[in-house]
């Protein structure tokens, strides 16, 4: 059984987080994509009228029928911001079409790869130790996508850039706003986020 501190820290943790949810969209579970933080009420009792209120980023929405997921509630925002550091800030891709702009982790990696990268910081003395959730589909009662407030300096690195390469990926190359974005992006600090391996 939990010790009164060990449900204090992670709820303290939790509602950190919470905070830092910012502007939150209702999604559905296979809407679900890598890299997004996501505010849920999950349940391992299909039966069950109530649940548990989770913050978690998505790691891989659909890996042998389950969600797997960092449990936010369980990571401090500092430690979380060591992890932001790492993979990047991105803009989460189907969403951003429809008027929300929901920012979220770049895991442009395969599963795999994100896992074993991920694998050394889940020792037992990492801050993110006990974090990882494999959670059921069904589970899921509520789901909110939430615009995470980030790092303001890990956003004024990330973003600018990719703004710029998602503009991009739809133009021709020869036309002159295509060679005017390159430009712009030419202009940009170098972005040295670092991408697992």
Known sequence: MPRKSDIAKKSKFL???LRLGGIKKAI?????????????????????????????????P???????????????????NVLVKEF????????NDKGFKA???????????VYNDLDSKFKKNSPFSGSYRTLFKGGFKKLL????EFDETIVNRDL???????KLESLNPKDDLAKKLTEEM?????????RPN
């Open 15 to 17: 509602f950190a987080h």
């Open 28 to 60: 559905t579970v296979n809407s679900l994509e890598s890299g997004m933080i996501v505010e849920a009420v999950y349940t391992s009792d299909s039966k069950s009228g109530g649940g548990d209120r989770y913050m978690l980023l998505i790691l891989n």
């Open 62 to 80: 659909s890996k042998s029928g389950k969600v797997h997921a960092l449990s936010l509630g369980d990571i401090s925002v500092n430690s979380f």
């Open 88 to 95: 990047g800030v991105s803009l989460n891709g189907s969403f």
């Open 103 to 113: 920012k979220g982790l770049h895991l442009e990696e395969s599963p795999q790869s």
């Open 145 to 148: 996508l939430c615009d995470y």
């Open 160 to 166: 600018p850039r990719l703004e710029i390469e998602k």
């Open 186 to 194: 030419n202009q940009l600090p170098e972005n040295k986020i670092l």
